[in-house]
């Protein structure tokens, strides 16, 4: 062999760095579940109860959403008469805004909430999710439905939840999935189709809403206290407001975004 | 010196197994790309089959599957090949070291879909896949006739040492790619990536005028070194327009294609970079005689 030519020494000095930094990598770790410390059952007396209720304004130029391309997928394409556009900001035709997600953020007393045994559904309906923001409590069923005629995977993202990725084929059986920790808006995605976005809120308690086409939020059932209520727009962003409610009461906020 | 007969099969084959990785590579940017990573959720069967309906992000992330299995096959053939051809141990070595890569390679790509794309494995699986595109390069070099003809030793001038510059090239687009696939894989933020970028570019720069300037008498090196600079030009000219149409259409519900073209070219020639770099530093390691002191270094010039 020539001086010249590479020996193992020689390959090892020019591959070794590569594969040394390869091996280097490594760690990493989810958010820990939130654990569920050992609570009172919530409890609401008919009694007292009361309603927190409001609307969800937008003031200015409405944005304009982008549509979306479908035309990879001609059997999503076909499903819509018109081009379908993305739902990131949905101002209704009475200037409210669609899809915030209104809650009540502080204020209750520390409880255990039961939650309903309806399941929540969530569809995937001519490859968009409908609705695009879903409201659910800790421990209640969602629902997954497949109405398409194509494959679909369907992917929590969740962060303090156990993320989660499954297959949905054409029309399959319903999927049933929970979700033990509170966690307000995480996203849920399908790759086949990257349009394909939702929102998952899971609360810790009932006292939540989606808007819907009048703008309108409505939380019932309510004890009599003082709360800060809280509203997510996933594009605008989060906005506060205090309100009190007397027993058997009612109490209206209003919210307003604009540009 | 040649010390082994030129296979000109075997060559061609080598070249032809780096250009099919330089399509897996390809493949793979696209997958993420378009954000079809988790199209298939399952592994290693698609869907429950061989051969899911290709439709929206499975047609990429199957299709990358495929054209790793075909990869995966060529290499397996590689191996035997050089098995039965080649005297050289080292050479031997490098084919086993080339299956093993790209099978963890493989492997790792698995993982990033049951385990829902965790940053490190995805980047892992990324950086891997630019370090296996340039052990096939470095296999076509080795099997080339031209390697075989021996090499063109110049003496390394004292006052412009070359050898372990030459190594630093390689180790700085190294971890440029990584610091790249954190990036695409949200593990880091893009400053990162681009702060790297002209520190990479000026190592790139000084290796490469340092061998024109000094050593462009060699041809390899020359070539080599010629090579090396156009290709990273090249590279950050994708980075940028990659960063650019990323801010563009940053209120995009889906994966635009100029974003995906560019972001992909990016890619690919930052496993051609890294190729480069690395082909750059074995030929430095091939060509380089003994270390002289400049007066020295005239006479051989001269006798030259």
Redesign the interface.
């Known amino acids: 062999?020539?001086k010249?030519?590479?020996?193992?020494r020689?390959?090892a000095?020019?591959?070794l760095?590569?594969?040394l930094?390869?091996a280097g990598?490594?760690?990493?770790s989810a958010p820990a579940p939130q654990t569920k410390a050992a609570l009172p059952e919530g409890h609401v007396d008919p009694a007292t109860a009361g309603t927190i209720s409001g609307r969800i304004l937008f003031q200015g130029t409405a944005p304009v959403m982008?549509l979306?391309?479908m035309s990879?997928?001609p059997?999503?394409e076909r499903q819509h008469k018109a081009q379908a556009k993305?739902e990131?900001v949905v101002v209704n035709p009475n200037g409210t805004l669609r899809y915030a997600y209104v809650r009540i953020k502080e204020g209750l007393a520390p409880a255990h909430w039961t939650p309903p045994a309806e399941s929540v559904k969530l569809t995937q309906d001519g490859c968009i999710y409908e609705p695009h923001v879903v409201g659910l409590m800790v421990d209640q069923t969602l629902e997954i439905l497949n109405d398409d005629p194509?494959?679909h995977?369907v992917?929590a993202e969740s962060q303090i939840n156990p993320?989660?990725?499954?297959?949905e084929?054409p029309r399959d059986e319903h999927k049933f999935r929970k979700f033990s920790s509170e966690e307000i808006l995480f996203p849920m995605?399908?790759?086949?189709?990257?349009?394909m976005?939702s929102l998952i809120a899971v609360s810790s308690h009932p006292f939540f809403a989606v808007t819907g086409e009048d703008g309108t939020f409505s939380l019932t059932g309510v004890p009599p206290g003082t709360y800060t209520i809280e509203v997510i727009q996933e594009k605008l962003g989060r906005k506060e407001g205090k309100v009190t409610l007397a027993a058997s009461g009612t109490a209206t906020l209003d919210f307003t975004y604009g540009n | 010196?040649a010390?082994e007969t030129y296979s000109r099969g075997l060559h061609r084959w080598s070249i032809l197994l780096a250009f099919c990785t330089l399509l897996l590579v390809v493949a793979g940017g696209l997958v993420t790309s378009?954000?079809?990573?988790?199209?298939?959720?399952?592994w290693p069967l698609s869907?429950g089959k061989l051969m899911?309906?290709m439709?929206?992000?499975?047609l990429y992330?199957h299709g990358h599957r495929m054209i790793a299995t075909t990869v995966g096959m060529f290499t397996i053939v590689s191996l035997v090949w050089i098995f039965r051809v080649e005297r050289?141990?080292?050479m031997r070595?490098?084919a086993v070291?080339a299956l093993l890569a790209v099978i963890l390679q493989g492997v790792l790509g698995g993982l990033t879909v049951l385990y829902?794309l965790?940053?490190?494995i995805s980047?892992?699986h990324a950086?891997?896949a630019q370090?296996f595109f340039?052990?096939t390069v470095s296999i076509a070099l080795?099997t080339s006739r031209g390697w075989l003809a021996?090499?063109s030793?110049v003496p390394e001038d004292s006052d412009n040492p070359l050898r372990g510059l030459s190594?630093a090239a390689?180790?700085c687009v190294?971890?440029q790619l990584?610091l790249g696939a954190a990036v695409r894989h949200k593990?880091l933020g893009a400053i990162y990536h681009i702060c790297g970028a002209p520190l990479v570019t000026a190592v790139v720069l000084w290796v490469s005028m340092r061998i024109l300037l000094h050593y462009a008498r060699n041809r390899e090196l020359r070539t080599a070194a010629v090579a090396l600079i156009t290709i990273t030009l090249v590279q950050v000219f994708l980075g940028i327009a990659a960063f650019m149409t990323r801010i563009a259409y940053a209120?995009?519900?889906?994966?635009m294609p100029l974003m995906v073209t560019f972001t992909v070219l990016h890619v690919a020639v930052g496993a051609l970079t890294l190729a480069a770099s690395?082909v750059l530093?074995?030929l430095v390691?091939?060509?380089l005689g003994e270390r002289v002191t400049m007066p020295e270094l005239s006479a051989d010039a001269v006798s030259a």
């Open positions: 062999m020539s010249w030519e590479l020996k193992p020689s390959l000095t020019v591959f760095p590569f594969a930094v390869l990598c490594g760690g990493g982008p979306i391309d990879s997928n059997s999503c993305a990131t194509v494959n995977n992917h993320a989660w990725n499954i297959s084929a995605t399908c790759s086949v189709h990257p349009w976005r | 010196m010390t378009r954000d079809a990573g988790l199209s298939v959720p399952d869907y899911p309906k439709e929206g992000g499975i992330e050289r141990r080292w070595t490098l070291v829902l965790p940053w490190w980047s892992s950086t891997l370090f340039s052990t080795f021996g090499p030793i190594l390689p180790i190294l971890v990584f593990a209120d995009a519900v889906q994966p690395i530093a074995i390691r091939r060509n």
